[in-house]
């Protein structure tokens, strides 16, 4: 088809999905510069040790996270972490509150572990967890902010003296607000917000957490593998390393994003990604053609949009010519929802105005006939 854009709807970056964020690109000329004395070397060696604690201690600073915390990274993203945790964190049985792909994901990973209990709290999609069951856990599972659907659990569940509360945060840590003095196992991959590549995973443990790790090891006859031995990856972290050899470049675009962020301080990153969202969900309620996916306000992410689009729209058919011209990347929704939708990602680094171009650029294509159903 044959459709002439006006420069002024172009942004300036394509990159919109919810997937690996937008990196920023003037991150490898740096890491050209440095890469003699950063890649190639070992990771038990001073470069790669000072890049595990310069991310730890800028972390620290960026989410106000109490001294008795320990952060721990390691390799395999967060989805290892659902397996690590029913692992060695769980004795005896796990509550999950499910709201979407990813929530149920982590508690299929439970479930699958013969020797502890799991059990699901669910609601529908497009709806956040809001009442909780604790009764008979010693570990409560919340995702903070569920990429299927764009809905935030920002409310904690209260858990006992002999309970852990884990928090899956990976499209949200950086950008919403989580106490984390109410949270035990704090977990995501950087690779949202925090603009790097997979694979590598953070987790925050609290005391009672580290407790609970010795308390498991020591106490619990069963097989622990190596990658997911607590006690082996906390005490490398201490170290200022990791377990396993590191995808170092992931450090370093890792450590660069959080010099930028730290430079604004949470506050104001929050508060962008606010504007950010209120933007495009103003945007979706005042169109004929759009609505926001999820319901309750208070309820929708500020890093996740979900706008559903009318039936008479082709929204296959939009999204492919977006990213087949170059115009848009990664905006369909999520396939297991299997709704006419799109689902745009608002992290932080992409920029407010490129935004405005897209919810300006979607509606010049609607409107130009060219993607009915």
């Known amino acids: 088809m044959a459709i ?27 890491l050209k510069e440095k890469g003699p004395h ?6 038990r060696k001073e470069p790669v040790r000072a890049l595990c604690r310069e991310i730890q201690n800028n972390l620290r600073k960026y989410l106000s996270i109490p001294d008795s915390y320990s952060i721990v990274l390691g390799n395999g993203g967060a989805t290892v972490l659902f397996d690590m945790i029913g692992l060695g964190l769980v004795k005896t049985r796990i509550i999950h509150h499910v709201c979407g792909e990813f929530s149920d994901k982590w508690f299929k990973a439970s479930s699958r572990i013969s020797w502890i209990q799991s059990e699901k709290v669910v609601v529908d999609n497009g709806q956040a967890n809001s009442i909780f069951f604790t009764e008979g856990a010693d570990v409560v599972a919340l995702t903070l902010n569920e990429t299927s659907t764009g809905v935030m659990n ?4 209260e858990v006992g003296e002999n309970c852990l509360l884990a928090v899956d945060a990976t499209s949200a840590a950086g950008q919403i607000a989580c106490d984390l003095t109410l949270v035990d196992v704090f977990f995501f991959s950087p690779q949202k917000v925090f ?33 997911a031995d607590w ?5 490398n972290s201490e170290q200022q390393q990791t377990y396993n050899t590191p995808a170092v470049v992931t450090l370093f675009l890792f450590a660069e994003q959080l010099k930028r962020m730290n430079a604004l301080g949470f506050s104001e990153v929050e508060r962008q990604a606010k504007e950010k969202a209120v933007w495009i969900y103003q945007w979706a309620q005042s169109r004929e053609y759009l609505s926001v996916y999820v319901a309750e306000a208070e309820s929708r992410s500020t890093t996740v949009a979900t706008i559903d689009v009318a039936d008479f729209v082709a929204v296959d058919k939009l999204t492919h010519y977006l990213d087949k ?6 905006i369909e929704g999520y396939r297991a929802l299997g709704r006419n939708q799109l689902r745009i990602a608002l992290f932080h680094n992409i920029a407010f105005d490129d935004l405005k171009k897209l919810t300006a650029l979607i509606d010049f294509l609607i409107s130009s006939g060219e993607f009915a159903a």
């Open 4 to 30: 002439t854009i006006p420069e002024k709807l172009i942004p300036s970056d394509p990159r919109f999905g919810c997937g690996p964020s937008l990196i920023q690109l003037d991150d490898l000329t740096q």
């Open 38 to 43: 950063l890649l190639g070397t070992s990771h």
């Open 154 to 157: 920002t409310n904690m569940p």
């Open 195 to 227: 603009a790097s590549e997979g694979g590598l995973f953070v987790a925050i443990l609290s005391p009672k957490a580290k407790e609970r790790i010795v308390e498991i090891a020591i106490n619990a006859n069963r097989y622990i593998p190596v990658f």
């Open 231 to 235: 006690r082996m990856a906390l005490s």
């Open 325 to 330: 011209q170059g115009l848009a990347y990664g």
